[in-house]
């Protein structure tokens, strides 16, 4: 099981003292939800033994808002096609996406694996609707917000935002698609807290939840 732990070797009354600092000051960057964050290393697991480390090395600001990419590495090809079956390469690409735009306002983006852009409105109450994103055929996912849950997210009073999806077509007609069984939940002070798998979305119905972060330089521990 993974938790919240400080990685820096600190005595123990200065860990208490920057522990209790950061727990109070967490409602200064909890009031607006964020999908990322620029100084956090967050790690996932898909529940199969499949873990993703989200660790940011790539910050490009553009004003007030901001693009993150996650840091490069080593990529089974038989993932990631069309590279050369067998090898393995470099890539920024994986179930987080390539990039995710961080925007100063209600809406949000993540750019696919396959280049397709999903808007997410981190501002946003229960019962709001939205279009998700738009393929070349002409259907669409239709987001929704279900929920906005109090909870506790690593020892932390925090509210889960809970949204849906829904594959419509071209006239909004409701589809069948596994997308439907997929959603996203971001927490108000963590960010991504559940999402599908964004590499080939929406074609690959697996979920990644958060089950570690650190706000230091260093990685987050299992115990």
């Known amino acids: 099981m993974f938790k919240l732990i400080p990685v820096v070797h600190l005595p123990m009354k200065k860990l208490l003292f920057l ?11 909890g009031q607006g939800y964020q999908l990322m964050y620029s100084n956090r290393i967050a790690l996932y697991t898909d529940g199969q033994g499949n873990l993703s480390v989200y660790k940011p090395d790539f910050v490009l600001a553009l004003g007030s808002d901001t693009v ?13 096609p069309p590279v050369m079956n067998g090898y393995y390469c470099a890539t920024r690409i994986d179930c987080f996406g390539s990039q995710i735009y961080v925007k100063n306002g209600p809406v949000s983006y993540i750019l696919t694996g396959r280049s ?3 808007a997410l ?5 229960t019962g709001d609707q939205w279009i998700l994103a738009t393929f070349s055929n002409g ?20 509210t889960l935002k809970y949204i849906s999806l829904q594959m419509e077509d071209s006239l909004n007609n409701q589809l069948s698609h596994p997308v439907n069984s997929l959603y996203f939940e971001i927490s108000e002070q963590f960010g991504l ?9 929406p074609d690959i119905n697996r979920m990644y ?3 570690g972060i650190d706000s230091s330089a260093g990685w987050p521990q299992s115990t």
């Not at 522990?19 to 960057?29: D, G, K, V």
């Not at 999402?195 to 979305?201: A, M, S, T």
């Open 19 to 29: 522990y209790c600092l950061f727990a109070c000051t967490l409602p200064s960057f």
């Open 68 to 80: 993150l990419k996650n840091y490069s590495h080593l990529d089974d090809s038989t993932l990631n």
């Open 116 to 118: 397709d852009s999903l």
């Open 121 to 125: 409105q981190t501002i946003s109450q």
């Open 139 to 158: 259907n669409h996912i239709r987001a929704e917000v279900v929920a906005n849950t109090p909870d506790t997210v690593f020892g932390f009073a925090d």
């Open 193 to 201: 807290y559940s999402f599908p798998n964004l590499r080939n979305f």
């Open 209 to 211: 939840d958060l089950v």
